[in-house]
C-alpha cells in the first residue's frame, strides 16, 4: 500500500495537467521538480509553471481508523512583468484542487481544502512567485 501523501501527489499532479483554466495559464508545465539547466543548478523550463512543494503528514487517528493530515504547499512562477500572472495561476491551482474528489489508489480522500496563498518577488527581483496550501485528510482503509 502506498502512502496517502504520495497517492495524492499523484491524483494532484493528474488533476492540474487536466484542468482546462490552468492549462491555458500554463500549457500543462506542472512539475515535481523542473527541469534544470546543464550544470543542474538553475531552472531551464519554460515560464510560467507550478511545482509540487513541501508536504507533511501528521497521523490523527479515531476510533478504528487510521487518517491523517496532509498539509502539502504547491508553487506557482511567473516572469511576466508584475503580479497578474501569477496570481491568476494561484487562483486556478486553488480552484482546481479545493473540495476536489481525487481517487487515490489505496487510501481515501476525505476532503482537501485550499487555505491560503502568499504571492512575492524572488531575490532575482525578475520572478514573482506563489506558494499555494493546503491541507487533505485521508483514512487507511
Known amino acids: 500500500m502506498a502512502s496517502a501523501e504520495l497517492e495524492l501527489q499523484g491524483a494532484m499532479v493528474a488533476r492540474l495537467k487536466a484542468d482546462a483554466p490552468l492549462t491555458s495559464l500554463i500549457s500543462g508545465r506542472v512539475y515535481d521538480q523542473p527541469p534544470a539547466d546543464l550544470n543542474g543548478v538553475v531552472p531551464a523550463a519554460t515560464y510560467p509553471y507550478v511545482t509540487l512543494g513541501e508536504a507533511q503528514t501528521i497521523r490523527d487517528d479515531a476510533t478504528c481508523v487510521r487518517g ?21 495561476i494561484a487562483d486556478a491551482v486553488a480552484d482546481s484542487l ?44
Open 68 to 88: 491523517g493530515e496532509i498539509y502539502l504547499t504547491l508553487h506557482a512562477w511567473s516572469r511576466a512583468v508584475g503580479f497578474p500572472e501569477v496570481k491568476r
Open 98 to 141: 479545493h473540495d476536489a474528489p481525487l481517487a487515490l489508489a489505496t487510501n481515501r480522500l476525505n476532503s482537501i481544502e485550499y487555505r491560503q496563498t502568499r504571492v512575492f518577488r524572488d531575490p532575482d527581483g525578475i520572478t514573482s512567485h506563489a506558494v499555494i496550501e493546503f491541507v487533505a485528510f485521508t483514512e487507511k482503509p
